[in-house]
């Protein structure tokens, strides 16, 4: 059935919005965008792209906390109706107040308000204290910003939200100890709109913060009419729910019958196991629950799936708040995608293996997995691809973390033990003649935590010494990133070994001393700069078509080159074997020709797999960059606030935040952030590592921190646009407060 009130729909870039009114869609005015009656059900659909041919849609059915159950299933129904008009090719979201998507936030700047009322009402706002002089609105999150009217009274006060009270024409803004830059920027914008729109620009304003004097509170509460400043309590309140695993992610097959059954689908998962006839339903801590639907799904079962996806939430016992997004095959959110293992994507655009590979190792994100998996031998495959690569002659050192730090720079051969931690520093100067220092943390896979905490102390003391900006970046074994292996001009080497154990050859086996036996792998892309020899464990299985590997037995060394290995690696291992074996014989051999010897070392030929052997394609995570908010609560605990469409102005100059590549994570800290956030960095990584359901660790994430002033090219170009003088030019939260002041005067 088609509705004129969608017949323009969707055709340019933009926002549109409909409330439901008695099982029709009707468009709300603009100056309405924004403001939602908690009474009513909407229709939001957001067109992004830049022309008919690009054009995509996703559709939000927002609804009400006070709508009725006809309301809802009417905006339900109406987002297919819709959806259909616009080709099918939309992702369905389902909003419930007071628990909406980031990406739905982000649509309604400085805050979305929640109205009491409806269309019942005939729009006239139902005021939660009718007939009284006052009122007080309470302010959420601080990126994600809702204001919502809640009872004028102290109990409805927290340490943690900021709160408006309008009195007659006296308008109180109390914000609470430690709010961001960035949320008192809001509030005072949202202080002086109400005081514009509800007030005709005659009302005081009167901002209480940290810095304000008793009577100050006092007034505010005298105002209010009960409690006073030692009633604010922490707020206690989660949106979290009970799952059996808060990390788990499940995929599920729905089976249909009069009620619906799930067949339960294993790890990893993959995208062939997504049939196109079925409906699968894919559960996740951080996204919500997505409903996928198959292209030659029936299209009358295709209309339910709203009813199976609750189906689902009464079957699992979750709250009706928890996001459901709609995806259907051929139109998955990379977001989707990330929890596969792997996702195939039909690549449109043909560019070559090495100006791909330039982009990357110039350090420019490459969202697609097609591409990186492409040069996955190019560039090496175990290496992180971008990478910090300051230029000029930099001063290194480097150093043995432990009880007493180790400056081991000098050493003839560059070798890192699998045992141990090192901190490597490097000093240059920019393009602006200003200083600044790389401080990597290595952590071998065996590392005792002992070490590991005095090697993140001796980075603290690097960055009490350093005179200019100091990134951090914490590298686990196997993940070193370009930057990190040109310190050591092609010459690393990763060895098993220990200390204790006078740093004696070891093998994975334990056996050394009887057998003599070790195995390296080598890979890297160019002689003298990022070539490697890795100790990995003495199975045949290890050997990998595109790379080289150095096999040491009691009486002769052989270099096994893999059919799809490079010269440069070939010519790489030669030397890696004059530096680890002096006098033992060396025998270079291919693939397909090795002697019996060589295979009984390793265990036996290793089983067929397939003609490419184990070629392991470099997998990043399927998902572009994402940015989140820090904040560090009165009571300790730590939320997180995801950004859509993030750019540099959602950083502020007091705050933390994360931007999320899948490969790495970036915690940039602002120079005014308090030093109890600084000081909770390493919670804040593995508080958001753990909960996110995709296959990473906090101990096995390549972690960057840096400081606001000191941000690598690479970390501004994930960002659409930098301004290196952007904090200088922003307006102080002084000067806001100041302006304010003088306008209640006029």
Not at 710 to 730: A, C, I, R, S
Request: one cysteine or more.
């Amino acid at each position: 059935m088609e509705h004129p009130a969608f017949e323009e729909a969707g055709q340019e870039p933009g926002l549109e919005i409909w409330t439901i009114d008695k099982f029709e869609p009707v468009p709300i005015p603009r100056k309405m965008y924004g403001k939602f009656y908690n009474g009513d059900s909407y229709i939001v659909l957001k067109t992004s792209g830049d022309s008919s041919s690009t054009l995509s849609y996703d559709i939000h059915f927002w609804l009400g906390s006070q709508s009725t159950q006809d309301e809802k299933g009417a905006a339900a129904i109406l987002t297919i109706t819709l959806d259909d008009k616009l080709g099918g090719k939309a992702v369905h979201h389902r909003e419930v107040q007071g628990h909406e998507t980031s990406k739905f936030m982000r649509y309604f700047q400085p805050a979305i308000r929640y109205l009491e009322g409806g269309n019942d009402s005939g729009f006239n706002e139902v005021e939660t204290n009718a007939g009284a002089e006052k009122r007080l609105l309470k302010l959420s999150g601080c990126e994600n910003m809702r204001i919502e009217e809640v009872p004028p009274e102290a109990s409805s006060l927290t340490q943690d939200h900021c709160f408006i009270l309008e009195v007659d024409h006296d308008i109180f803004v109390l914000l609470p100890d430690g709010a961001k830059a960035t949320q008192r920027r809001k509030i005072i914008s949202v202080a002086n709109t109400l005081r514009d729109d509800y007030h005709n620009g005659r009302a005081s304003i009167e901002i209480i913060d940290e810095f304000s004097s008793d009577d100050d509170y006092s007034a505010f509460f005298e105002a209010l009419g009960d409690g006073c400043k030692d009633d604010l309590v922490a707020d206690e309140s989660s949106d979290t729910y009970s799952r059996s695993s808060v990390s788990a992610v499940y995929l599920y097959k729905v089976l249909l019958g009069d009620e619906i059954d799930l067949l339960e689908i294993n790890k990893p998962f993959k995208q062939s196991q997504l049939t196109s006839e079925d409906i699968f339903i894919l559960d996740t801590p951080c996204s919500g629950i997505y409903i996928w639907l198959g292209k030659d799904l029936d299209p009358d079962v295709r209309k339910t799936y709203n009813d199976i996806a609750q189906q689902y939430l009464d079957i699992k016992g979750y709250p009706s708040w928890v996001p459901i997004t709609r995806v259907s095959e051929d139109m998955e959110s990379s977001v989707f995608k990330q929890y596969f293992h792997r996702w195939d994507t039909a690549t449109t655009t043909i560019r070559s293996v090495k100006d791909i590979a330039a982009e990357i190792d110039a350090g420019y994100f490459s969202g697609d997995a097609d591409d990186v998996e492409a040069v996955a031998r190019y560039i090496g495959k175990s290496a992180v691809a971008r990478g910090y690569m300051p230029g000029g002659d930099g001063v290194f050192t480097l150093y043995r973390a432990g009880e007493e730090p180790e400056d081991i720079t000098d050493q003839e051969t560059a070798k890192l033990y699998t045992s141990e931690v090192y901190v490597a520093k490097y000093q240059y100067k920019n393009d602006n003649d200003e200083d600044l220092t790389v401080a990597y943390l290595w952590l071998g896979k065996d590392a005792s935590s002992d070490d590991i905490e005095a090697g993140i102390h001796l980075l603290d003391s690097i960055e009490e010494e350093s005179e200019g900006p100091v990134i951090h970046v914490k590298l686990p074994q196997g993940k070193e990133n370009k930057h990190f292996l040109t310190l050591f001009k092609g010459n690393l080497i990763i060895l098993c070994g220990d200390k204790e154990n006078e740093y004696k050859c070891q093998n994975f086996s334990g056996s050394y001393d009887d057998d003599g036996i070790r195995l390296f792998k080598v890979e890297g892309t160019k002689l003298g700069e990022d070539m490697r020899a890795m100790q990995v464990e003495e199975r045949s299985d290890n050997l990998e078509i595109d790379d080289v590997f150095i096999l040491e037995t009691p009486d002769v060394v052989y270099l096994w080159n893999g059919k799809d290995s490079s010269e440069k690696e070939q010519e790489a291992a030669k030397n890696f074997a004059s530096l680890l074996f002096e006098e033992k014989e060396v025998t270079e051999v291919n693939q397909g020709d090795e002697p019996d010897e060589f295979w009984e070392v390793l265990g036996g030929a290793p089983e067929e797999k397939d003609s490419s052997w184990k070629q392991a394609a470099s997998r990043r995570a399927n998902v572009p960059p994402s940015l989140s908010s820090v904040t560090l609560r009165a009571n300790g605990k730590l939320r997180f606030e995801e950004l859509e469409e993030f750019s540099q102005t959602d950083l502020s100059d007091d705050g933390a935040f994360i931007l999320d590549t899948g490969e790495e994570l970036y915690l940039w800290l602002g120079k005014n952030t308090p030093q109890r956030v600084k000081q909770a960095r390493l919670k804040i990584i593995t508080d958001y590592i753990e909960d996110d359901g995709l296959e990473r660790t906090a101990e096995s994430a390549v972690v960057v921190t840096l400081r606001q002033g000191g941000e690598p090219q690479t970390f501004k170009n994930l960002f659409t646009e930098w301004d290196d003088e952007y904090f200088e030019k922003q307006t102080s939260y002084e000067d806001m407060k100041n302006e304010t002041k003088a306008a209640n005067s006029k």
